[in-house]
């Protein structure tokens, strides 16, 4: 029963144009900003006078750069993940899904896995934008790449599982919250105001950075482990920030939660 709704989930998703315009845009904002950060901090790496000390060290550049996927791409497979759910309310497609399948908590399965499926390809495409990008303008300005370096591409692969698990993170709200207007005002506010804002407040005091950390963002950066704008890990300078493995563990307990959520609180619900 699971394999032929798995399937079912993932020719939703591709008989839709959602899932590749979404990419497209992942792949225009993370050439823009990690190109774009890439020439800026190359400039003043490579500038004589005060400027070079606007710019990070050269060893943590090419890393911060290339997790721009996570830091700041991270939205739209949460998107991705929303819509695949609150589009079947907006259309009215869950009855004859559960007509079909009767077994509502093995449709939630199988849509988390066809997510997590999507979330890995986001994952792929958005890790090359931004090495592809920002590997670029390190190479036009003289700077080392990182990509010799084993590291840096272990760095790489957790990027995709970051993404990856964003997307059922997505599912997981759009059970929560099936209005779709409702969930994507949530999201979008939560991803590109409320922690960001969150994360910049917590760098002030180590209590609070000891609590920052557990963002959902800065567990993000912590499981790909490169350097962020918002600080290393989002952490104060007296806080260590979250191991990798720490941070995916709180990604992928944050994605069980809501889809348990979920699925209690509306999935389980008469649909009409």
């Given at each position: 029963?699971?394999?032929?709704?798995?399937?079912?989930?993932?020719?939703?998703?591709?008989?839709?144009?959602?899932?590749?315009?979404?990419?497209i845009i992942l792949v225009v904002y993370i050439v823009f900003i990690s190109g774009g950060l890439g020439a800026?901090?190359?400039?003043?790496?490579?500038?004589?006078?005060q400027a070079t000390e606007q710019a990070p060290p050269t060893e943590f550049l090419a890393p911060m750069l290339y997790g721009s996927v996570s830091t700041f791409g991270y939205v739209f497979p949460v998107l991705l993940g929303a819509l695949a759910v609150t589009s079947e309310y907006r259309h009215q497609m869950l009855t004859p899904t559960f007509l079909a399948t009767p077994k509502r908590g093995l449709v939630l399965g199988a849509?988390?896995?066809?997510?997590?499926?999507f979330g890995a390809i986001y994952g792929v495409v958005g890790v090359i934008a931004?090495?592809?990008?920002?590997?670029g303008a390190l190479t036009l300005f003289g700077l080392d790449t990182q990509l010799d370096n084993s590291e840096t591409w272990a760095m790489?692969?957790?990027?995709?599982?970051?993404?990856?698990?964003?997307?059922?993170?997505?599912?997981?709200?759009?059970?929560?919250?099936?209005?779709?207007?409702?969930?994507?005002?949530?999201?979008?506010?939560?991803?590109?105001?409320?922690?960001?804002t969150l994360r910049a407040v917590t760098m002030f005091a180590d209590w609070a950075a000891s609590l920052g950390r557990f963002l959902p963002g800065a567990a993000s950066d912590a499981l790909v482990g490169a350097p962020s704008l918002f600080g290393v890990g989002a952490t104060g300078p007296?806080?260590?920030?979250?191991?990798?493995?720490?941070?995916?563990?709180?990604?992928?307990?944050?994605?069980?939660?809501?889809?348990?959520?979920?699925?209690?609180?509306?999935?389980?619900?008469?649909?009409?």
């Amino acid at each position: 029963m699971f394999l032929p709704a798995l399937r079912a989930e993932v020719a939703k998703i591709l008989t839709t144009r959602i899932w590749w315009v979404l990419a497209i845009i992942l792949v225009v904002y993370i050439v823009f900003i990690s190109g774009g950060l890439g020439a800026l901090f190359g400039f003043f790496s490579t500038s004589e006078g005060q400027a070079t000390e606007q710019a990070p060290p050269t060893e943590f550049l090419a890393p911060m750069l290339y997790g721009s996927v996570s830091t700041f791409g991270y939205v739209f497979p949460v998107l991705l993940g929303a819509l695949a759910v609150t589009s079947e309310y907006r259309h009215q497609m869950l009855t004859p899904t559960f007509l079909a399948t009767p077994k509502r908590g093995l449709v939630l399965g199988a849509k988390s896995t066809a997510l997590l499926f999507f979330g890995a390809i986001y994952g792929v495409v958005g890790v090359i934008a931004s090495v592809g990008a920002g590997a670029g303008a390190l190479t036009l300005f003289g700077l080392d790449t990182q990509l010799d370096n084993s590291e840096t591409w272990a760095m790489i692969g957790r990027g995709v599982l970051a993404l990856a698990l964003w997307a059922v993170i997505g599912v997981g709200l759009g059970a929560l919250i099936p209005n779709q207007v409702a969930a994507i005002v949530v999201i979008l506010a939560f991803t590109q105001f409320v922690e960001p804002t969150l994360r910049a407040v917590t760098m002030f005091a180590d209590w609070a950075a000891s609590l920052g950390r557990f963002l959902p963002g800065a567990a993000s950066d912590a499981l790909v482990g490169a350097p962020s704008l918002f600080g290393v890990g989002a952490t104060g300078p007296g806080v260590d920030p979250l191991e990798w493995w720490q941070g995916g563990l709180l990604l992928a307990a944050l994605a069980l939660v809501l889809t348990v959520l979920g699925y209690f609180v509306s999935w389980k619900r008469d649909v009409t």
